[in-house]
């Protein structure tokens, strides 16, 4: 077991949450139980996994939860694109947000490959 606190991954993904919970907060009334949700999950997933990853017995299941980490990044990825596209989110926000799930991917896969 280990802290998660003390993670550089984990300190990325909750940056990026929170400004992710920050840019969805403009989003339409009628994205409230749609894309914002689905944002704000997908978002959340990733620290989420590094935390209980960091709980758990071993490297092979903080490996697994790495991997689950990694699989909400792509999710949050394709919600970023569409929410570009969609015109939810301006381009700049789009680059932004974009970079920082590479960035918090990168760093999951390397940790899960060491």
């Known amino acids: 077991m280990q802290d998660f606190h003390n993670l550089k991954v984990w300190t990325k993904a909750h940056q990026l949450a929170l400004a992710i919970y920050s840019v969805t907060q403009g989003f339409p009334k009628e994205e409230m139980y749609?894309?914002?949700?689905?944002?704000?999950?997908?978002?959340?997933?990733?620290?989420?996994?590094?935390?209980?990853?960091?709980?758990?017995?071993?490297?092979?299941e903080f490996v697994r939860f790495l991997h689950f980490s990694m699989g909400s990044a792509n999710e949050l990825e394709y919600q970023l694109l569409l929410s570009r596209d969609l015109r939810l989110i301006r381009p700049s926000q789009y680059e932004d947000l974009q970079n920082r799930v590479t960035e918090s991917s990168e760093c999951s896969r390397l940790f899960s490959e060491s």
């Open 34 to 60: 749609g894309l914002r949700s689905q944002l704000r999950s997908s978002c959340s997933s990733i620290g989420m996994n590094l935390a209980e990853g960091c709980g758990r017995d071993g490297d092979k």
